[in-house]
Structures are given as C-alpha cells and as structure tokens.
C-alpha cells in the first residue's frame, strides 16, 4: 500500500476563497482522522470519522470547516471561505481500530501546506 | 483533562551523545503511550507504542523509551545521536473522553531535536 496520500501538498490562495484538501486512507483502514498542526497550537484534531461516518467534530474551528467522507477510500477537508488564520499545515491520518486497541497504529499522509494571502 | 507534556520544545546534543526526550502523562489510569517522529516537510511516523506489559519499550532506529508510572514518564531515549536523528519528536496517547473522542489521538506540543556534529 502507498500509504495515506494527501493532495495537493502545498496551496497557496487569497483570502475568501474555497479550499478543498484531499485525502485517500489505506485500503481496509476504519478510521480517518484530520489534524492541522501550527507553531502556536501544535498538533490539533479537527475531526475524525469510523467507518465514513463523523465521530467528533468538536475540533474544527467554525462553521467555514466541513469534512466529508463519501466512501471509505476518500476524504475531503473544506475551507470557505478561507482567512489567513487559517494558514497551517493539515494531515489526515487513518488506523485500523481506535487507539485503544493494543495493536492499532495512526499512520500520517505528508501533510498539505495551506497558505492564505 | 488528560494531557501529555513534553518538557522542552528544543533539544540539541552532539552526534554521538546522548539522546533524552522527555513526556508526562496526565492520568488516573495509565495510557497506552506513543512517540512519534516528525522529519522535516514529512508526516508523523511511529516510533514506538507502550501498551501493557514490559516498561522498556524498543523502537526504530534505536529508539526505547521507559513508561514509569510512579514518575507518570514515558521518556524517549537514544544512546548515541545521528545526524539523521534531527526531526521533531511528539508523545502522544489516546483521548479518554468516553463520551465522545476515544478513537483518536491527543499530542504533546513537540520537542524539535538538532544534532551538532
């Protein structure tokens, strides 16, 4: 398996546009995560979904947020309209299992830069 | 709330000395404990996962850690630093919100690593 893909790796856009981030988990994995990490707040967990379905939403900042999981190997993050706030680095993660199983692992796409201007 | 604390957000040692990253866990009952490794412009990748059993727990590229309940530690440790060693380094351990997250992931604010040669 590739691993977590996340596109496009970098973006740059004005403020007031829509972002859309991409990711595709491991085939067979059940959970997706989202984080944005920043200098100020590090790693932080937006929303994580089981088995397509929405979790824990109580991370993502605001309404301009939404997350969608149509199918199990697709995930998209949405930002509009995007604000400069919002320049951050996001990673989607996925597992098999919660990280409460002994044997579960979270493993990491490489991340999508987000620049807003 | 449970929490993990890294001590120390930059590290430097020289090539062959001694590593010592440290992490607190905030917990009545012990945490399954994770230490991940951040190299730069990458995702996360595990390290290693303490979850019951033996204390020393051995990672990748000589990497162990030591969970140490009476101390509530979980320090991650490496005998003698490489170059290749410099990346940021997060403990991290599960949510225990059992009303809600559970499946996910909470971070410490990270502890970047240089090696000088």
């Known amino acids: 398996d590739a691993g977590v893909i996340q596109s496009p790796r970098h973006e740059v856009t004005e403020m007031g546009q829509e972002v859309t981030l991409r990711c595709k988990p491991i085939s067979g994995h059940d959970y997706l995560f989202w984080y944005r990490q920043t200098m100020m707040r590090g790693l932080e967990l937006l929303i994580y979904?089981?088995?397509?379905?929405?979790?824990?939403d109580s991370g993502m900042p605001e309404d301009r947020f939404s997350a969608k999981m149509p199918n199990a190997s697709f995930s998209t993050l949405k930002i509009q309209p995007s604000e400069p706030r919002d320049s951050a680095v996001y990673f989607c993660?996925?597992?098999?299992?919660?990280?409460?199983?002994?044997?579960?692992?979270?493993?990491f796409g490489q991340g999508t830069r987000l620049t807003v201007v | 709330a449970q929490s993990v604390t890294q001590l120390g957000s930059h590290v430097s040692v020289s090539e062959g000395a001694l590593v010592l990253l440290r992490c607190n866990y905030s917990?009545?009952?012990?945490?399954?404990l994770f230490w991940y490794v951040q190299y730069p412009n990458q995702g996360l990748q595990l390290l290693l996962k303490?979850?019951?059993?033996?204390?020393l727990v051995k990672g990748i590229n000589g990497f162990e850690a030591e969970f140490k309940k009476s101390e509530t530690s979980f320090h991650l440790t490496k005998p003698s630093a490489h170059m290749s060693d410099a990346a940021e380094y997060f403990c991290?351990?599960?949510?225990?919100?059992?009303?809600?997250?559970?499946?996910?992931?909470?971070f410490g604010k990270g502890t970047k690593l240089s090696v000088k040669p």
């Open positions: 979904f089981n088995n397509n379905v929405p979790i824990d």
């Open positions: 991290a351990r599960p949510s225990t919100n059992y009303g809600g997250s559970q499946g996910n992931l909470i």
């Open positions: 303490y979850t019951t059993g033996a204390t």
């Open positions: 917990s009545s009952v012990p945490p399954y």
């Open positions: 993660a996925s597992s098999f299992g919660q990280m409460w199983d002994m044997n579960t692992e979270a493993f």
